[in-house]
């Protein structure tokens, strides 16, 4: 069965950091792409980062650009987001997504291109 667990969420005060995991289990880790997704209260899910891990491309939201870092750990089947000088529109509960393999071409910040989802960890950024 496949599996994603994400974890890492927490408070901070805005201009902190936070690192997400999401560990991955029940699929081909080196053929998917493993993006995280966010939904703040009212708000829809949005992509925020990515990873394709057949050539290694690196994907984030153009508001995130510069402050988060996707990275993957491929010994761990685990992907990472470092979140960096967070802000408090950046409160969301983050979801790690997969699909393996994976189909979607450049368009990796898109939920519809994922099959897989976990379970959220909340992120609050107080002000």
């Known amino acids: 069965d496949v599996q994603l667990q994400a974890s890492g969420g927490g408070t901070v005060q805005a201009g902190g950091s936070l690192r997400l995991s999401c560990v991955a289990s029940?699929?081909?880790?080196?053929?998917?792409?493993i993006g995280w997704f966010r939904q703040a209260p009212g708000k829809g899910r949005e992509g925020v980062s990515a990873?394709?891990?057949?050539?290694?491309?690196?994907y984030y939201k153009d508001s995130v650009q510069g402050r988060f870092t996707i990275s993957s750990d491929n010994a761990k089947n685990t992907v990472y987001l470092e979140m960096n000088t967070l802000k408090p529109e950046d409160t969301a509960v983050y979801y790690c997504?997969?699909?393996?393999?994976?189909?979607?071409?450049?368009?990796?910040?898109?939920?519809?291109?994922?099959?897989?989802w976990g379970q959220g960890t909340l992120v609050t950024v107080s002000s």
């Open positions: 029940g699929f081909t880790f080196g053929d998917s792409a």
């Open positions: 997504a997969a699909d393996s393999p994976w189909l979607g071409g450049t368009y990796a910040l898109g939920s519809i291109w994922y099959d897989y």
């Open positions: 990873i394709v891990h057949s050539d290694g491309s690196t």
